[in-house]
């Protein structure tokens, strides 16, 4: 990975939630909520998760595989428009190195069976440390994960 290079891509993730519009957005913007299921896969331990969530907020979390190296999440929120839209920019990283930055838009809006999300990733992915491929599998996994929070908060409210 001495190489220095820069892979571009972009994807989509649309999903539609059995939920109202106030309860996705709030998945994203209470830090409870989002704990609940921004974390990172079972197989590793996450630490140190904090969330700002307004313009210019930030947000953190910190996720190690046994034996294996530290990913690190950075972001910054660009824009919000409650209920409706949040743009972030965010930077990977694996120990020290950076290994992409991605500018990401969450969409959210009314839908017959509830709520219709639509995730936008545009990413520069640096020096073969991460592939785009991987980063939208880790999406639709944790778009998964807050299906099952979003459900679990339904059942017992």
Same mark, same amino acid.
């Given at each position: 990975?001495?190489? /220095? ?6 994807? $989509?993730?649309?999903?539609? %939630? ?8 709030? !998945?994203?913007?209470?830090? !409870? ?14 630490? *140190? =998760? ?5 313009? &210019?907020?930030?947000? =953190?979390? $910190?996720? /190690?595989? $046994?034996? &294996?190296p530290i990913y690190t999440y950075d972001a910054l929120y660009r824009d919000i428009v409650e209920n409706r839209r949040i743009v972030y920019a965010y930077d990977m990283y694996r120990d ?7 500018? !990401? ?11 219709? #999300?639509? %995730? ?8 073969? &440390?991460? /592939?785009?491929? %991987?980063?939208?599998? *880790?999406?639709?996994? #944790?778009?998964?994960? #807050? ?7 339904? !059942? $017992?409210?």
């Open positions: 990975m001495n190489e /220095k290079t820069t892979e571009h891509a972009v994807f $989509t993730i649309e999903r539609t %939630y059995a939920a109202s519009p106030q309860q996705v957005f709030n !998945a994203w913007a209470d830090p !409870a909520a989002k704990a609940a299921w921004f974390v990172a896969p079972d197989e590793y331990a996450s630490s *140190g =998760h904090r969330l700002d969530f307004k313009v &210019g907020g930030r947000e =953190h979390l $910190t996720s /190690k595989m $046994t034996d &294996g020290e190195a950076r290994i992409s930055v991605s500018l !990401a838009t969450v969409e959210i809006m009314p839908a017959d069976s509830g709520t219709r #999300l639509i %995730y936008t990733e545009q990413g520069a992915f640096l020096d073969g &440390g991460d /592939k785009p491929e %991987y980063r939208e599998q *880790g999406t639709r996994d #944790l778009l998964d994960k #807050l299906e099952a929070a979003l459900k679990k908060a339904t !059942a $017992t409210a």
